[in-house]
Antibody, heavy 125, light 111 residues
C-alpha cells in the first residue's frame, strides 16, 4: 500500500524559503503518477498548493504560483515543495498526497489518496 | 473565503441519518465531480467519496455521496460515535483560475 511521509524544518523566519520533502513507499514514483501538496492553517480549512506529474509537469494554485516550485526525485522516490518568501500567513500543516487521477493542459481529475500525516510549519520571527 | 460552501456544523444522535451539503458553481461542481474527505481530530484527511458517489475500498456503505447541478451532498446513515469529524468537499474549478477548491469544512458532532 502507498504511504507518504513529509519531512522538513518546522520553524522558519519571515522571508525564508520553506522546503519540504515527501518520501513515498509502496509505489514507484517513476511510474505514471501525480503527486500533490495541500496545506491547512491551524483551525482552518484545506488549500491546494500544487500537483506534479512524475515527469515534472506542474500545476499550481494561482494565488501561490509565483512562490512555489515542485520537483520530483525518482532516484530517491520522493517529491518536494519549495515555497519562497514565507510570511506568518504560510503557517500551516503541510500535507503531501497522491493524486489518483490525471491533469490535462487545463483540468485535473481524480481525488487525493492517500495523504501523509502532515507536518506543521510555523513562520515566526 | 472558500469557493465551495458547507455548513460549519452538523449533528445527530447514534443511528440517525445526517446529510452535509456542499454548494458551488458552474465552474466547479456544475461541471466536475466532487470528492469528500473525512478528517478525524488531529489526523490527516482521508478520502471518503470520489467522483461524486463512489466509495474507496474499505469505506463503509453507510457513507454515500450525490451531486445535482451545482450542489453535492454527503449522507451518513446509522451514525456512529467514531463518525465525529470534520468533513470537506472538493472539486476542480475550471474558471480563469484553474485550481482544486475545497469547502470550508463541516464539523459533525455525534450527540
Amino acid at each position: 500500500q502507498v504511504q507518504l511521509q513529509e519531512s522538513g524544518p518546522g520553524l522558519l523566519k519571515p522571508s525564508e524559503t520553506l522546503s519540504l520533502t515527501c518520501a513515498v513507499s509502496g509505489y514507484s514514483i517513476s511510474s505514471i503518477s501525480y503527486w500533490g501538496w495541500i496545506r491547512q492553517p491551524p483551525g482552518k480549512g484545506l488549500e491546494w498548493i500544487g500537483t506534479i506529474y512524475h515527469r515534472g509537469d506542474s500545476y499550481y494554485n494561482p494565488s501561490l504560483k509565483s512562490r512555489v516550485t515542485l520537483s520530483v526525485d525518482t532516484s530517491k522516490n520522493q517529491f518536494s515543495l519549495n515555497l519562497s518568501s514565507v510570511t506568518a500567513a504560510d503557517t500551516a500543516v503541510y500535507y503531501c498526497a497522491r493524486h489518483v487521477g490525471y491533469c490535462s493542459k487545463t483540468n485535473c481529475f481524480g481525488p487525493f489518496d492517500p495523504w501523509g500525516q502532515g507536518t506543521l510549519v510555523t513562520v515566526s520571527s | 473565503h472558500s469557493m465551495l460552501t458547507q455548513p460549519p456544523s452538523a449533528s445527530g444522535t447514534p443511528g440517525q441519518r445526517v446529510t452535509i451539503s456542499c454548494s458551488g458553481s458552474s465552474s466547479n461542481i456544475g461541471g466536475n465531480t466532487v470528492n469528500w474527505y473525512q478528517q478525524l481530530p488531529g489526523r490527516a484527511p482521508k478520502l471518503l467519496i470520489y467522483d461524486s458517489n463512489l466509495r474507496p475500498s474499505g469505506v463503509p456503505d453507510r457513507f454515500s455521496g450525490s451531486k445535482s447541478g451545482t450542489s453535492a451532498s454527503l449522507a451518513i446513515s446509522g451514525l456512529q460515535s467514531e463518525d465525529e469529524a470534520n468533513y470537506y468537499c472538493s472539486s476542480w474549478d475550471d474558471s480563469l483560475n484553474r485550481l482544486w477548491v475545497f469547502g470550508g469544512g463541516t464539523k459533525l458532532t455525534v450527540l
